[in-house]
């Protein structure tokens, strides 16, 4: 029997992905956490917070799965390799982003709800993206 995306992964597959979304689950507590405040500590509205919040993310997403789902890959061009994730993150950002805004400002989600499920929509691609373009995996 096939059990969805799960069936496309064999074992040590499963097991980034697994590590993956633990990450993953780590930088989405944080994203919530400095939107949160950015937003009710600051006053600003919530997208902007948000887009604040989400280059703290991908630093600490970067350097999470360079050290835990992705151990095994090359130390060299380190740099160039954060540029690319930053870049790719960048403009699956134009998705997440419009997903964040259409949730809350179109059908009124509260925007941590938004933020959670534009999240769990786009994990997958981000999973692909980063295995395949920055740690070559």
């Known amino acids: 029997a096939h059990n969805g995306f799960g069936c496309l992964l064999r074992g040590q597959e499963k097991m980034k992905l697994f590590k993956f979304i ?12 400095i939107t949160y405040f950015f937003k009710e500590y600051f006053a600003l ?3 902007w917070a948000y887009l604040l919040s989400a280059w703290f993310t991908w630093t600490f997403l970067f350097l ?8 095994g890959h090359s130390k060299e061009n380190y740099f160039q390799k954060y540029i690319k994730f930053l870049s790719g993150y960048s403009l699956m ?9 259409l949730f809350t400002s179109i059908f009124s989600i509260y925007y941590i709800l938004s933020i959670f499920f534009a999240t769990v929509i786009t994990t997958f691609i981000n999973f692909a ?4 373009f920055v740690y070559k995996d």
């Open 45 to 47: 509205w919530y997208f």
């Open 129 to 132: 993206f980063s295995k395949k």
């Open 64 to 71: 999470g799965n360079s050290i835990f789902t992705f151990k």
């Open 22 to 33: 633990l990450v993953g689950l780590l930088g989405f507590a944080l994203n919530i956490g």
């Open 93 to 101: 950002f134009f998705v997440n982003g419009a997903l964040v805004y």
